[in-house]
């Protein structure tokens, strides 16, 4: 089990950049899988970003080029690095994390791209 708290998300312009950290309740050392996901309300929940413990990762298509997932499992800590942001990009953030079998996520953070 983990509890998870992600922080960051705020308006940006297009072609900004933002950085969304996810904290850990727990340590992550161990957690073979986490990434992030977003939602945008009215549509289906779209996985952006995985890593795993030994360093994979995968990009939607989306956003492929222009977002890094990276993890420093010493602060217990997720990040998604995210630059050359488009109106598209807006939308509420969740950090995941696999654990037991389960999936678990955070409350969300909201990130809006407008000029």
């Known amino acids: 089990q983990v509890q998870l708290v992600e922080s960051g998300g705020g308006l940006v312009q297009p072609g900004g950049s933002l950085r969304l950290s996810c904290a850990a309740s727990r340590s992550i050392f161990s957690i073979n899988l986490m990434g992030w996901d977003r939602q945008v309300p009215g549509k289906q929940r779209e996985l952006v970003a995985t890593l795993t413990s030994t360093g994979n990762t995968n990009y939607a298509a989306s956003v492929k080029g222009r977002f890094t997932i990276s993890r420093d499992n010493a602060k217990n800590m997720v990040y998604l690095q995210m630059n050359s942001l488009k109106p598209d990009d807006t939308a509420v953030y969740y950090c995941?994390?696999?654990?037991?079998?389960?999936?678990?996520w955070g409350q969300g953070t909201q990130v809006t791209v407008s000029s």
């Open positions: 995941m994390m696999a654990i037991g079998g389960r999936n678990y």
